[in-house]
């Protein structure tokens, strides 16, 4: 049925799902035996297959995703944890591991990888001192949890304009015991924050919207039809957020902080020139507003690369 639907991954489909009706570990149905499912679960799991069938994400039919090896709980009031974003977190890691150092050599503002290899990522999983990490769009709560479960000594804020994710993001965090270390805000990017964390905090993650608007229609059905579109669409590029959220960020961070910053291939160049020009020669040529870049501040920027060679994330520094 799945297959005749046009669905990517049918067998795989079927498999989640009929675990899922069985209460078990998708392994579970290759390790024990079990031979016609009795009438209540073959029905259950029939509904299970015309929903996936008529477009609905198997995460949201579930209520569970895996990211960066843990089950996240999901609803349809957060978008779906993608297997692209662990590359955020493990960035995120080698960042706090050597504060801000990872990166330095590698910032070009062009196209090209900002670390050796991703293998280097494995060993940064501890903090060198209790640091201050923010995760600005938190959704499900996935990054700002599974950098506050590698980090013992990190305090995490989690912000998002929505009341509804929150409350699953702190579903998560006490499903993976860090919650007495994350702070959930709720409001307009890092409009939330305490004024007395300006200038100290390590580290910002966001993966804001960054859909172009007019590719909102095209979205496969999965995502177009049932993510909540106000985690999707970022204006007219897909930047919008990101022009917004840079000068505040530079506000929050300290010097030699870094932002990361999720994106689609093909943006990083332009979002790399929102963060540059900035080498301090400006300095005293005028006044700053609450939300522009200072004049005073060096900045740095540049492009990371996936496994497949594609824009990924735009890492700045600001000194």
Not at 252 to 261: A, E, N, Q, V
Request: hydrophobic share 40%; glycine share 12%; with cysteine.
């Amino acid at each position: 049925m799945l297959k005749e639907k046009g669905m990517d991954s049918p067998r795989l489909d079927a498999e989640v799902l009929l675990a899922h009706c069985l209460g078990m570990e998708r392994v579970g149905l290759y390790v024990n035996s079990y031979k016609d499912l009795n009438p209540e679960a073959g029905q259950r799991y029939f509904s299970l297959v015309e929903r996936r069938g008529r477009g609905e994400p198997v995460a949201y039919i579930t209520g569970v995703k895996e990211f960066m090896g843990l089950d996240f709980t999901v609803t349809p009031d957060v978008l779906i944890p993608r297997p692209e974003t662990e590359l955020l977190v493990e960035a995120a890691l080698a960042a706090i591991a050597t504060r801000g150092r990872f990166s330095v050599s590698h910032f070009s503002g062009s196209r090209g990888e900002l670390f050796p290899s991703r293998t280097s990522f494995a060993n940064c999983d501890r903090e060198p001192s209790p640091c201050r990490i923010v995760d600005v769009g938190t959704g499900s709560g996935a990054i700002a949890v599974s950098l506050a479960g590698r980090l013992p000594g990190a305090k995490v804020y989690a912000l998002d304009i929505s009341l509804e994710a929150l409350s699953v993001a702190r579903v998560n965090a006490q499903r993976h015991g860090v919650a007495d270390r994350i702070v959930f805000l709720c409001g307009d990017l890092l409009g939330p924050l305490p004024g007395e964390i300006r200038g100290a905090v390590d580290l910002i993650a966001a993966n804001l919207p960054y859909v172009p608007s007019g590719e909102i229609p095209g979205l496969m059905p999965d995502v177009g039809l049932y993510e909540p579109h106000t985690a999707l669409d970022g204006g007219h590029d897909g930047l919008d957020f990101y022009r917004r959220l840079i000068p505040m960020a530079e506000s929050f961070l300290r010097p030699g902080g870094t932002l990361l910053m999720e994106i689609a291939p093909g943006q990083g160049e332009k979002l790399t020139q929102t963060v540059l020009p900035g080498d301090g020669s400006a300095c005293g040529n005028g006044g700053k507003g609450p939300w522009e870049l200072s004049p005073c501040r060096t900045r740095q920027a540049g492009i990371l690369l996936d496994l497949a060679g594609r824009e990924r994330l735009v890492a700045a520094s600001f000194g």
